[in-house]
């Protein structure tokens, strides 16, 4: 099992991921149409685009980020940990580099298991905006949870796993289908903002930068 | 003065044995339970179990440089080995010009012979057991 789940499946899981997004990024940028978006896309607008996804990727950079100041660091430490641990995991490096000869700096074991922490601590505090916040829980419903789940599950179970809680072998195969679960449902669900986050900033980005004044100086980041 | 001298020579003497009886590393391979190099220092993970003489049985592994493998001119030499002689003597935990690093000599030599024997463990925590 642990053979199969490590293996081929992880093969068929990163090829789904790769090309399910890229098949949403392609069908996203077919779907612009500058008559109904009434948006003309050119280069003018790059500047715009480019701006918007630099500023949208610092903590309180736009106006969107400063106005929700609780959100925009419990969404920031939130995403830091959910890439950057899996990333850096000196575990998941010396798998990397057993089956492909590459790895890259990690971070320590110890280090690792407080991040982990953290991260369960904005995953409740994202949970509890939606129930507390009344403009956000008018637009929850249980599928939003769902994806919130989706994307937990992997530090739950790697969690236990790392402290050998219950029973290791089953957990540890546990918690790589549930890696494999969240790679396969990113092009398929709304974690397919891993990608589409830059396609719609940009497309924002070219709108306020080429009809909204952009063009003349008042380079507000919305 | 004599005897203050022969005191403070039986004395060193004394503890001279003590530290080297508590530094000596685990004297006899019957004593290995398991691994915890100690030129890893700072530790990441429990030490991984090896019972040196029962898994050697078990596995059924007759030659010991199977795993005390002896270089010379950058060849393995078939017929003699290097037990007695730490692995971290020659693979060293910053790696090295010659040598892969120590971690991965180890998980290499252990792991590789599990996957090919469909015996034995692959995965972190059944080595390196809490």
Known sequence: MYEFVSGPLVWISFGIFFIGLLVRVISYIKGLDWQKDRVAYSAAGIPGAAKSIVYWLIPFGSQGWKNNPFFTIGTFIFHICL??????????????????????????????????????????????????????????????????????????????????????????????LCGELMLIAIPFTKLSHFVLFFCSRAQLGMDYGIKRGGRYGRGICW | MRKRAVALYAGMGVLISILTFMLMPAYSQ?????????????????????????????????????????????????????????????????????????????????????????????????????
């Open chain 2, 30 to 130: 019957e004593d290995i339970v398991n691994l915890a190099d100690s030129a890893f220092g700072d530790r990441e993970r429990p030490a991984a179990v090896f019972a040196h003489e029962e898994h050697n049985e078990k596995a059924e592994i007759e030659e010991c440089n199977v795993c005390h493998h002896l270089y010379r001119g950058g060849n393995k030499v078939d017929d003699e080995s290097s037990e007695g002689t730490n692995c971290s003597a020659c693979h060293y935990v910053e790696g090295g010009d010659t040598t892969r690093p120590l971690m991965k000599a180890y998980h290499e030599l252990c792991k590789s012979c599990h996957q090919e024997n469909k015996a034995g463990p692959v995965t972190c925590g059944e080595c390196h057991r809490k």
């Open chain 1, 83 to 176: 890439l950057g641990v899996p990333i850096f995991l000196l575990a998941h490096n010396i798998l990397l580099d057993e089956s492909w000869g590459i790895s890259w700096w990690t971070i320590s074991d110890s280090t690792a298991d407080w991040i982990t922490l953290i991260f369960f601590v904005a995953v409740i505090f994202l949970v509890i905006r939606r129930i507390v916040n009344p403009n956000v829980r008018l637009l929850t419903t249980g599928y939003d949870y769902l994806i919130l789940a989706i994307a937990a599950a992997p530090f739950i179970t790697g969690y236990m796993a790392y402290h050998q809680w219950m029973d290791y072998k089953t957990i540890l195969i546990i918690h790589i």
